[in-house]
């Protein structure tokens, strides 16, 4: 199984990400922690995108795409992986597309969690508030103004990969607002192909459905979507029956090393 997740910064893609890693025993791949990674550990790569990832902005594509496609050649991902954050712009997704062909594998899917940017927005804000009020440690773009930033970069710079893999029949959306359990179900139903079928869109209503930030009613001010705490994100990790049906797929245990160098996402 090789997924995509698709969604902007605390849409949930990090807390599904990690629900889906045991039911298809592969291995979560995050750009973002394997960028954070390399600038705690001050390699080259992390020198250069220390400075970017505090204003918010997309690191360099060549960067990303080269620590992508060493990871995806490493042996614990052979048997499949998610990726989480990446691709982030069209070139990406054609880098992507050229390695995969290069070592004659296909995606499996492209799933998109369709979120309300302003609740989206409120509910990320509460939380950085929350754990400055106890005294936790924030990530560098963890304050409201880089927080915008990177809504902004979605906006700007991924939110047009909807339209890319929908021309290219790979794109399922799910809604992204659900309580967890339920986008996880919803995930699982959209790859097994049950509900949601594949969709085609003319380049015009895939732009539309690209920008989907905005396109929900406030519906779901008491669901979480993203962002889980470690708790909860601990507790998600016991299957719903609905969900686990819906994946009809044996579970497989994931690698170890999938999960070693997960750090707090949102
Ligand atoms: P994330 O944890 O996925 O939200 O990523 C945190 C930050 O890492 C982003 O705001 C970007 O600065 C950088 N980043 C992560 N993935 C990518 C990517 N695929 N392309 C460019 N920059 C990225």
């Given at each position: 199984m090789r997924l995509i997740l698709l969604g902007p910064p605390g849409a949930g893609k990090g807390t599904?990400?990690?629900r889906l890693l045991d039911r298809y025993g592969i291995v979560q791949?995050?750009?973002?922690d394997m960028l954070r990674a390399a600038v705690a550990t001050g390699t080259p790569v992390g020198l250069k995108a220390k400075d970017i990832m505090a204003r918010g902005e997309l690191v360099p594509d060549d960067v990303v795409v080269a620590i992508v496609a060493d990871r995806i050649a490493q042996p614990d991902a052979k048997n499949g992986?998610?990726?989480?954050?990446f691709p982030r712009t069209v070139p990406q997704a054609q880098a992507l597309d050229r390695m995969l062909a290069a070592n004659g594998l296909k995606l499996d899917g492209v799933v998109e969690l369709r979120v309300d940017e302003n609740i989206l927005l409120e509910r990320i804000e509460n939380r950085i508030a929350q754990a400055q009020a106890r005294g936790e440690p924030l990530r560098p773009d963890d304050n409201p103004a880089v927080l915008r930033k990177r809504l902004q970069a979605y906006r700007e710079q991924t939110a047009p990969l909807a339209a890319y893999y929908a021309l290219k029949r790979e794109l399922r959306s799910v809604d992204g607002m659900a309580p967890i359990g339920e986008v996880t179900a919803a995930i699982a139903r959209a790859l097994s192909g049950d509900n949601v079928k594949k969709k085609k869109a003319s380049p015009a209503k895939a732009e539309r459905n690209g920008n989907v930030l905005s396109g929900h009613a406030a519906k779901a001010s008491s669901h979480r979507a993203g962002g889980a705490s470690k708790a909860s994100r601990a507790k998600g990790k016991a299957r719903t029956g609905g969900a686990a049906r819906a994946a009809r797929k044996p579970t497989a245990r994931r690698p170890a090393r999938g999960k070693s160098s997960r750090t707090r996402k949102r």
């Open positions: 599904q990400a990690q791949l995050s750009t973002g992986f998610i990726l989480d954050g």
